[in-house]
């Protein structure tokens, strides 16, 4: 089955500077990936998403991208803020019929005013 | 669209009692749901899929006595933890697969066990 590698697991950066995240997945056949933010307490939210049949997705601030070849995909947050303080979890899924997404281990993100 | 309401948002119980959390699909019919688990400080680990009208599919070392899921429509899933002891407190989520989309998650349920 797929294995999600999610590194680092604790990560502190001032605020206004970038944040990098990555993920390596173990399932070729993967081909949709999201990255969710979770807060205390509640269920995680879709960041951003990206498909096999794209190498990069921006939305303002954030960014992911994929490198099918090497297995590795990376979320890419610019101009970080105190409000973008969570969890951040990488997934994978063969997005199809009953394919569960599987989670990496997260990442806890500190933005330090 | 696509949103899935999960019930109840937290539980406190006693050991050796029952509990049933429901999600709901409020405006797509979800043919299937995964339920997943997550203790403090950890990932959302998968237990189970359930698909509507046939039995669930249970992860690698959970138990589907313990944890029974029902998928009797094509809105509704529920996760029924019976016996609960202490260890079995957790964070509950529930999601469904969206066509074309990706996927939606439940609010997520706190089960506290006491």
């Known amino acids: 089955g797929e294995n999600v590698e999610q590194h680092p697991s604790t990560l502190s950066v001032q605020e206004g500077d970038s944040a990098v995240i990555k993920c390596t997945y173990s399932?070729?056949?993967?081909?949709?990936f999201p990255w969710y933010k979770q807060e205390l307490g509640k269920g995680p939210q879709l960041i951003i998403d990206?498909?096999?049949?794209?190498g990069e997705k921006k939305d303002q601030r954030i960014a992911v991208t994929l490198n099918k070849t090497a297995k590795h995909f990376s979320l890419h947050i610019t101009e970080t803020q105190p409000e973008d303080s969570a969890v951040y979890f990488c997934?994978?899924?063969?997005?199809?019929?009953?394919?569960?997404?599987?989670f990496g281990k997260g990442t806890r993100l500190s933005v330090i005013a | 669209g696509a949103v899935v309401s999960q019930h109840p948002s937290w539980v406190i119980c006693k050991s050796g009692t029952s509990v049933k959390i429901e999600c709901r699909s409020l405006?797509?019919?979800?043919?299937?749901m995964f339920w997943y688990r997550q203790f403090p400080k950890q990932s959302l680990m998968l237990m189970a899929t359930?698909?509507?009208?046939?039995?669930?599919?249970?992860e690698q070392g959970v138990e589907k006595d313990k944890f029974l899921i029902n998928h009797a429509s094509l809105t509704l899933s529920t996760l029924t933890v019976t016996s609960a002891h202490p260890e079995d407190s957790s964070f509950y989520i529930c999601?469904?697969?969206?066509?074309?989309?990706?996927?939606?998650f439940g609010s997520g349920t706190r089960l506290t066990v006491v």
């Open positions: 999601s469904a697969r969206i066509a074309n989309y990706g996927y939606t």
């Open positions: 399932d070729s056949a993967s081909n949709y």
């Open positions: 990206i498909r096999s049949n794209v």
């Open positions: 997934a994978a899924s063969r997005g199809a019929g009953n394919t569960p997404l599987v």
């Open positions: 405006d797509f019919q979800a043919t299937t």
């Open positions: 359930s698909n509507e009208g046939s039995k669930a599919t249970y």
